[in-house]
């Protein structure tokens, strides 16, 4: 397949286009700057530039593929009603140019927030009602007009060399303030999914799942914060230590509405439907590898 990459010289995207290409798929890499489109010729994927707000690009990027693969987004907390609009404009023009012809549209979403307290499954509905949620249901919606629109969830955590997320702000913060700290008693777990597998998901899911499918790219269902906490002391050699829930946010920052959440869940479902099995490195074998 001729396939379209949002976000494909980013984090994500930089895994899952060599996992395409392995399976001899062709990859048309968004791109929205000169170093974008340089690491994607140098990762042997064709260019096409233009940018989430540029709607008539993303139209015409989708037109000419055989299947879209959605990986950009707006990473700002600060603005996040605005990001998710963004992302839905995006997500609308790129179903219009499928209209019809049920080619696949796999756009990302997270686990974050699905089933607090319990673990998660393809087959729950967020909680609570966030932006990308709603998103998500555009997507699935675009069924009914001829495209077989796929969802996938990625772990809170996606890991791996070069992540500058969660885990890499999570160590910053240790270095910054002379602790390794979680929230409370640092039970509550945080699902994880290494780089390489997660990209194995997207290619699975444009490849072989059918319309509507709701996928968990999620290879640990859950990992104490407390215990990631404790491979960075180790490593830094820091005191690890717990942060009272009403000092989080002084803490942690923007992290502290986050880190304290309890988000484990399953990806059972997604496994048996694609044949697809998590190989790769454990998180907090990563945190020791490359965060730390």
Avoid at 22 to 45: F, I, K, N, P
Avoid at 86 to 106: R, V
Avoid at 187 to 206: C, P, T
């Amino acid at each position: 397949m001729r396939l379209f990459v949002t976000g494909a010289s980013g984090f994500i995207g930089s895994a899952v286009v060599p996992e395409l290409q392995r399976a001899g798929h062709t990859v048309v890499g968004l791109a929205r700057s000169d170093a974008s489109a340089e690491a994607l010729v140098g990762a042997g994927a064709e260019v096409h530039r233009g940018d989430l707000g540029d709607l008539d690009s993303l139209r015409a990027g989708a037109e000419k593929a055989d299947g879209v693969i959605h990986l950009a987004y707006v990473h700002d907390f600060s603005q996040m009603e605005d990001a998710a609009q963004i992302d839905l404009a995006a997500i609308e023009a790129m179903g219009a140019a499928l209209e019809g012809t049920g080619k696949p549209l796999a756009i990302a979403s997270g686990t974050l927030g699905l089933a607090p307290g319990r673990v998660g499954t393809e087959h729950d509905e967020p909680a609570a009602v966030h932006p990308r949620v709603v998103n998500a249901a555009a997507t699935l919606a675009l069924a009914d007009r001829g495209v077989r629109p796929l969802v996938v969830r990625l772990s809170p955590t996606v890991h791996g060399q070069g992540d500058h997320g969660f885990i890499a702000v999570l160590v910053q913060i240790a270095r910054d303030t002379g602790v390794s700290g979680y929230v409370g008693d640092g039970q509550n777990r945080w699902n994880a999914v290494h780089r390489d597998d997660a990209a194995a998901v997207f290619r699975l899911a444009v490849e072989q799942a059918p319309a509507g499918s709701v996928l968990h790219a999620v290879g640990e269902e859950g990992i104490a914060v407390r215990d990631i906490a404790g491979v960075i002391g180790a490593h830094l050699d820091l005191p690890v230590v717990s942060i009272p829930e009403a000092e989080a946010a002084e803490h942690f920052g923007w992290l502290g509405a986050f880190l304290g959440a309890d988000a484990p869940a399953s990806s059972t479902i997604t496994q048996e439907l694609l044949g697809w099995k998590p190989t790769g490195p454990g998180l907090l074998e990563d945190v020791a590898r490359y965060y730390v």
